[in-house]
């Protein structure tokens, strides 16, 4: 997923009166494959209700049934809470006993020869990240809307929708039968996001492997021959670069909203991701860098898997200390892999690069807090405290500067004849290919080592399990840069803020003495408006066409739900910047090895030699 800056298909439409009698029929005719049937009907858009339907096969007299504390996101949501009743009958229509166990599982009694169970679901979040249903659209994470049977989770599945108001269409990337989508199991179920609307389709062949392309948007916010054109370079360079294609076909969902968005969600065959409309007019790079992101996820994260998210666990968290690689990391990729697709060139991306030193730098965690840390640490990401800078850094930038500073140290310990492509393609071989999964830092230690030939521990030791700075000036001089550092006078807005992914923005700092104090804006408001319009995912972003001396509005609601409106001048203060330069007379050797940096490869092997 793709969160600081910024991830579902097939057809079945039938009226309400018709979908009734499926849904009687169903009961008497689940298909033998499947051990579980369940069927979610679109009961009240209007009110965001849905109706699910579960049918289970014959099996104990007891039989339990949980539904995800948590899904899409490391936060546990409990998205039992919205769930309004529970009721289950045996074939014949008679009521069975239902018991809730905790707050999220019930059992079900006599359910022996089998049972039908239904629930009412509340569904209004939005994004990538969530469940929802009202009158313009339903997007699913069915994790967050299906309870599984807990004795047969791996077990067949197959999910039918009816109730879809009429013009209405299904996608989802799952095989698509006479019943409804199957998969092998909950988790395939779940992994596969279901948009149902009046969307736009375009699809392509690329390499091999088709793709498919949903977007849910006004028509006049986007355009579809553009979108595919990127992806065409994008599923390109990306599948190239791996040297595979774990899929035959693929789907991207794409919302555009003209409120609030931001950020993508991976699975193993399709990725969900939302840009506002007017960032997307006005920064169509925004959209492939997200794109090359979560479609990299495919390999890293939804087969190149650390064996601490595997299982996943449901009911409570999954501790992991490796998301400074499969997230941060993949950052990484995602860059190598605009570059070799002609998306980013080598002055952007080394302005960008300069950002994310900045970003890590800005933050006084990052001499407290490792990316290990950070990494187990992301469960608290909800908390506004927790995302202060003196508490926490982001393991998508320390973890994306981790694998720019992991790429330069092999291809120096290799003299160049290995790179971070072939610890991405090692790691693809001997873990996912062989479904193993990495012991954290230590598999992706190994991998670099196989790879590079050298022990490789000072670099773990130092810059992911500690916290010591990252000497970039003797990372850099291999391919021919420097580190510069500038002090410049930027607008200072005078607070912090943060938005919890679908969550509004909170203010986590007010600076003393400052115009944001004086006009009485306190930690803990949430910011509904800046200069009349919502916010963005950090102040930073919202702020970063101010200068000093501007007037700033903010609307903000206060702890006790009172709404006020504040007005202060933005001030100014000095900053420390970052920039990439060259060293003084670069070298032919170095000059050939940031060439095979910018393309994310080895070096040939006579220039290889010649180092």
Request: glycine share 8%; proline share 4%; aromatic share 10%.
């Amino acid at each position: 997923m793709r969160l600081p800056f910024l991830e579902r298909r097939a057809l079945r439409i039938c009226n309400w009166v018709l979908c009734g009698w499926v849904v009687l029929l169903g009961i008497a005719l689940a298909p033998s494959y499947a051990a579980t049937n369940y069927t979610v009907s679109l009961a009240n858009p209007g009110k965001h209700l849905v109706e699910v339907q579960i049918v289970l096969a014959e099996g104990p007299a007891q039989r339990e049934l949980q539904l995800p504390v948590w899904n899409a996101l490391y936060q546990v949501r409990d998205f039992a809470q919205y769930i309004n009743w529970v009721r289950a009958k045996d074939r014949a229509g008679r009521a069975l006993a239902v018991s809730m166990l905790d707050k999220s599982r019930w059992q079900i009694a006599g359910a022996q020869a089998g049972a039908v169970v239904e629930y009412q679901m509340f569904v209004d979040s939005p994004g990538p990240f969530g469940a929802q249903l009202n009158a313009h659209h339903a997007f699913f994470n069915l994790a967050q809307v299906l309870m599984y049977p807990v004795d047969a989770r791996n077990e067949a599945m197959v999910v039918h929708f009816n109730q879809i108001p009429e013009g209405w269409h299904v996608a989802a990337p799952l095989p698509s039968t006479a019943e409804g989508f199957r998969a092998e199991g909950y988790d395939r179920l779940v992994d596969s996001p279901v948009e149902i609307g009046t969307f736009q389709e375009s699809d392509f062949d690329e390499a091999g492997g088709h793709y498919r392309v949903i977007v849910d948007a006004e028509p006049s916010d986007y355009d579809m021959a553009k979108i595919t054109a990127m992806l065409h370079k994008n599923v390109a360079a990306a599948t190239s670069w791996m040297n595979d294609r774990p899929f035959d076909s693929y789907m991207f969902l794409y919302h555009f909203p003209r409120g609030p968005a931001g950020g993508g969600m991976e699975h193993a065959y399709s990725t969900a991701i939302a840009v506002n409309a007017e960032v997307l007019a006005k920064s169509p790079e925004v959209l492939a860098s997200i794109t090359a992101h979560e479609f990299f996820h495919l390999w890293n994260v939804k087969r190149i898997r650390p064996q601490t998210i595997e299982p996943v666990d449901y009911t409570r968290e999954n501790y992991t200390r490796a998301l400074w690689f499969s997230e941060g990391c993949t950052s990484t990729a995602a860059d190598i892999i605009q570059l070799r697709a002609g998306l980013l060139d080598e002055g952007h991306f080394e302005e960008d690069l300069a950002a994310e030193i900045g970003e890590l730098q800005r933050r006084p965690a990052h001499l407290t807090q490792s990316a290990e840390e950070s990494s187990l640490d992301a469960w608290l990401e909800g908390d506004t405290y927790y995302r202060r800078p003196e508490r926490s850094i982001s393991y998508y930038n320390k973890g994306e500067l981790l694998g720019v500073a992991l790429d330069l140290a092999v291809r120096e310990a290799s003299h160049g004849q290995a790179s971070l492509r072939e610890v991405f393609q090692w790691m693809n071989q001997n873990y996912a290919k062989k479904q193993l999964f990495f012991s954290d830092s230590d598999g992706v230690r190994r991998a670099a080592e196989a790879v590079a030939h050298v022990d490789l521990g000072w670099f773990f030791v130092k810059y992911v399990a500690g916290t010591e700075e990252i000497p970039w000036n003797d990372f850099f001089r291999g391919v021919g840069l420097r580190l510069v550092e500038a002090t410049t006078a930027i607008a200072d807005a005078g607070f912090l803020g943060s938005r919890s992914f679908d969550a509004p923005m909170t203010v986590t700092a007010v600076s003393e003495g400052g115009g944001a104090e004086f006009a009485g804006l306190q930690v803990g408001d949430i910011i509904l408006e800046v200069n009349g319009k919502t916010p963005g995912q950090e102040s930073a972003e919202t702020t970063a066409l101010l200068n000093p001396g501007d007037a700033i509005t903010v609307k903000v609601r206060g702890r006790r739900g009172v709404e006020r409106e504040l007005k202060w001048k933005v001030a100014s203060r000095e900053e420390i910047s970052y920039y990439i330069k060259d060293v003084e007379n670069v070298t032919a050797e170095q000059r050939a090895r940031r060439a095979a940096w910018l393309k994310g490869e080895a070096e040939a092997p006579s220039q290889a030699h010649s180092n």
